[in-house]
C-alpha cells in the first residue's frame, strides 16, 4: 500500500547522523533543504505488514527471543522508499560526494519517519501492546531473515521490494522488522555489542558509541 510521506525530514535526527551536534550552519541548512526537497519529490512510499505469522518464521539468535519475551504473537513489517531515491543517491555520488552523504543519510531518516507512521498503523489493528521494531542484521538475528519476512509478506510482488543474493533489500533504502504482541506493556530489548553480529566492523562502536544513542 502507499504511504503518506511527512512534509518535513527530522532535522534533529538528520544532523545527528551527520555528526553534527548543534545547530546548522547557514551553508549547510541551504543543503539540507535542497535534499530534503529532492528526497520527498523522489520519495515514493510503500509498506506492508501482517499480524501473526510467528509459526512460518524461525528467528536465531538471543537478543530476539529477548525481545519478544512475554508476547503472545508477532506483525512482521515492511517498508521502502521506492527505487527513485536510489537513483538520485547514485547520480549524486558522480557528481557531488558530500550531497550524496547528506541525501544518504536523509533518505535513512526519512525511511525511519515512513516506518514510524506503519508501525503507528499497525498499533491501530491490535488490542494490546506492542514492541518496538527489530530487524535482521540487528543484534545477533541474522541478517539471512530478511528473506523469511519477504516471502512471508510477498513483498516482491506488492509493494516491489526484494532482497539480493548478500540479503541486502532492493530498494537500498527500505526496512523490514519484527514487532512483538503483548496483553501486557513490552519494552522490547536492546542487543548489546556483544551480541551484535556486526560488532567487529561497527563504526558506531569505533567511536565509543552504540546503537541507544541514536
Not at 65 to 88: N, P, Q, S, W, Y
Not at 126 to 150: A, C, H, N, V
Not at 173 to 185: F, N, R
Amino acid at each position: 500500500m502507499k504511504l503518506e510521506k511527512p512534509l518535513n525530514i527530522d532535522r534533529r535526527q538528520w544532523l545527528q547522523r551527520l555528526g553534527v551536534k548543534t545547530e546548522a550552519a547557514p551553508e549547510l541548512e541551504h543543503s539540507l533543504t535542497h535534499c530534503e526537497q529532492e528526497l520527498l519529490a523522489a520519495a515514493q512510499p510503500q509498506g506492508i505488514y501482517r499480524i501473526g505469522g510467528s509459526g512460518e518464521l524461525t528467528l536465531q539468535g538471543s537478543a530476539i527471543k529477548k525481545h519478544l519475551a512475554g508476547c503472545f504473537e508477532i506483525a512482521v513489517m515492511a517498508a521502502t522508499l521506492g527505487a527513485a531515491v536510489d537513483r538520485i543517491i547514485r547520480t549524486s555520488q558522480i557528481r557531488d560526494m558530500a550531497d550524496a552523504f547528506l541525501l544518504d543519510c536523509g533518505a535513512s531518516v526519512l525511511i525511519e519517519q515512513i516506518c514510524d507512521n506503519l508501525q503507528a498503523q499497525i498499533k491501530g489493528q491490535i488490542k494490546g501492546f506492542m514492541t518496538g521494531r527489530y530487524s535482521p542484521g540487528y543484534g545477533d538475528l541474522p541478517i539471512e531473515t530478511q528473506d523469511s519476512l519477504i516471502r512471508l509478506l510477498d513483498a516482491p510482488r506488492k509493494i516491489g521490494l526484494t532482497v539480493n543474493q548478500s540479503h541486502i533489500l532492493i530498494p537500498r533504502k527500505s526496512v523490514t522488522a519484527i514487532l512483538g504482541i503483548a496483553d501486557h506493556p513490552v519494552t522490547g530489548y536492546l542487543a548489546t555489542c556483544s551480541e551484535c553480529t556486526l560488532r567487529d566492523v561497527c563504526a558506531l562502536r569505533k567511536e565509543g558509541k552504540n546503537c541507544a544513542e541514536l
